[in-house]
Nanobody
Framework: QVQLVESGGGLVQPGGSLRLSCAAS????????MAWFRQAPGKQRELVAT???????NYVDSVKGRFSISRDNAKNTVYLQMNSLKPEDTAVYYC??????????????WGQGTQVTVSS
C-alpha cells in the first residue's frame, strides 16, 4: 500500500517562510501529478499547487510569486516552499498524488495533513 507522509508544518510569523515535504512510501508504484491542497477552518479544501511528473507547475492565484512547488523523483518526494506567509495562509495542508501501482492500477491518494499557522 502506498502512503504519503507530510512534514514541515508549524507556527510562523507573518512574512516568514516554511518548507513542507511529502514523501511517498511503499512498493510497486510510480508517481504522476502531485499536488498540495489546503483547508482552513470553516472553508472548503482548495488546490494550492500542482506539479506533473515532468516538472510543469501550476498555482492558485493567491500564492503565485510566494509559493514554489518542486519534486525529487528519485526520493518520491514533493515539496512546497512557502515564502512571505500571510495569516490567510493558515490551514491544514494536504499532499495529494496520482499514482500507478502494480497491484491496483491508477489511484489517487492523500496524506494525513500538516498544520500551518501564520500568526504574530
Amino acid at each position: 500500500q502506498v502512503q504519503l507522509v507530510e512534514s514541515g508544518g508549524g507556527l510562523v510569523q507573518p512574512g516568514g517562510s516554511l518548507r513542507l515535504s511529502c514523501a511517498a512510501s511503499g512498493s510497486g508504484f510510480s508517481l504522476n501529478t502531485m499536488a498540495w491542497f489546503r483547508q482552513a477552518p470553516g472553508k472548503q479544501r482548495e488546490l494550492v499547487a500542482t506539479i506533473t511528473s515532468g516538472g510543469i507547475t501550476n498555482y492558485v492565484d493567491s500564492v503565485k510569486g510566494r509559493f514554489s512547488i518542486s519534486r525529487d523523483n528519485a526520493k518520491n518526494t514533493v515539496y512546497l516552499q512557502m515564502n512571505s506567509l500571510k495569516p490567510e495562509d493558515t490551514a491544514v495542508y494536504y499532499c495529494n498524488a496520482n499514482i500507478w501501482s502494480t497491484s491496483r492500477g491508477p489511484n489517487n491518494i492523500w496524506g494525513q495533513g500538516t498544520q500551518v499557522t501564520v500568526s504574530s
